[in-house]
């Protein structure tokens, strides 16, 4: 991805790692610990803005396909005997990436959100078991799932991977997010899949161009979020973000900054005024704020609300989709709406 010369928002907010990233306790290493993440690859933390890049170099030291693979990765070197057929994914992001290339993990980690995996992913998951969540993960769960591939991420779990190399060979990325594409050919390089993966991407951006091909002019897109007593719009740094860069969209000024987000206030809504408004709340059903704001006077003043140009979308596939399958269900929105 090229970088863009960083732009200071003057009307809204930018988000630092304080903000954004809240470091876990430890716990001693048995049955369940609680693993502390890389802050410098945090949001505002000096290694967030390279992360697509850095995760470009990352890949595997044979053809595709071919085993044993030595894969090079965020974290270390990890050698792969054969191909994987018992994954544990320790993210929302991981378990995307290995759906898509038709591999359905023995474990993962439940995520944040309505129901502690994205709803979009609900059907493709049954039966699959559970070895904590995020922020407290299972080790003894882990290894007795006897793994032959974890994945994970820097962000996400960079004080465990000691123990959990240990347990199976593990492969980590820098972070999800925006480097989400890149993210999904580290994966693919830990199956063996990377001509999949390669497929699965062309595929997304021929269906990009398609909706772009399909969008009137060239309307602006706002992107809301309502958290936990903060108020974000979202900036082309983010999963949701690059998928609209993908698509060739426009955004509001204060929106078209090399950062994850910036924060208004309920106040300040009208920042987050645009040709389009597409928002959520994080979490099952809409936020105290979300319904604040959406009730108010500001809200209904919105250029977007008056037209009919506010919408609300699912927070699951918009903001936690984080690999191929939630950005193609982006995209179908997208076409839906634009087109």
């Not at 070895?131 to 994970?152: F, M």
Request: aromatic letters at 6%; proline letters at 5%; charged letters at 20%.
């Amino acid at each position: 991805m090229a970088k863009w010369t960083r732009l200071v928002a003057t009307a809204a907010t930018i988000l630092t790692a304080a903000t954004l990233f809240t470091a876990c306790g430890r716990e001693p290493a048995n049955t369940t610990t609680s693993g502390v993440g890389d802050q410098a690859v945090a949001t505002g933390g000096p290694l967030f803005s390279t992360a697509d890049e850095e995760t470009a170099k990352l890949k595997a030291d044979v053809g595709p396909g071919v085993f044993p693979r030595t894969v090079t990765h965020a974290v270390d070197k990890t050698r792969i005997e054969k191909k994987p057929t018992r994954v544990v994914v320790l993210d929302s992001g991981e378990l995307d990436d290995v759906l898509a290339l038709g591999v359905v993990p023995v474990g993962m980690a439940t995520t944040a959100g309505q129901t502690g995996v994205p709803s979009y992913l609900a059907d493709r998951v049954q039966g699959i078991t559970t070895v904590g969540d995020l922020n407290n993960l299972n080790l003894e769960k882990i290894a007795s799932l006897n793994p032959d591939l974890i994945l994970g991420s820097k962000l996400r779990a960079n004080d465990l991977y000691p123990q959990l190399s240990k347990i199976g060979p593990t492969v980590f990325s820098i972070r999800p997010g925006f480097p989400w594409k890149e993210n999904f050919r580290l994966v693919a390089a830990a199956l063996g899949a990377e001509n999949e993966a390669v497929g699965i991407l062309n595929d997304y951006q021929r269906k990009a161009d398609g909706v772009k091909a399909g969008v009137q002019g060239t309307p602006k897109i706002s992107l809301l979020r309502f958290l936990n007593g903060n108020i974000r719009l979202y900036g082309k740094l983010s999963f949701i973000g690059v998928i609209l860069s993908d698509v060739g969209l426009q955004r509001p000024a204060n929106q078209d900054i090399n950062e994850l987000a910036a924060q208004i206030s309920k106040e300040r809504i009208d920042e987050a005024d645009a040709d389009w408004v597409f928002y959520s709340s994080y979490g099952a059903g809409p936020s105290p704020d979300e319904q604040a704001v959406t009730s108010s006077g500001l809200w209904s003043g919105l250029n977007a609300v008056k037209t009919n140009h506010a919408i609300r979308v699912d927070d699951e596939v918009w903001f936690l989709g984080l690999g191929p399958i939630g950005a193609m269900k982006v995209l179908d929105d997208l076409q839906k709406y634009l087109g």
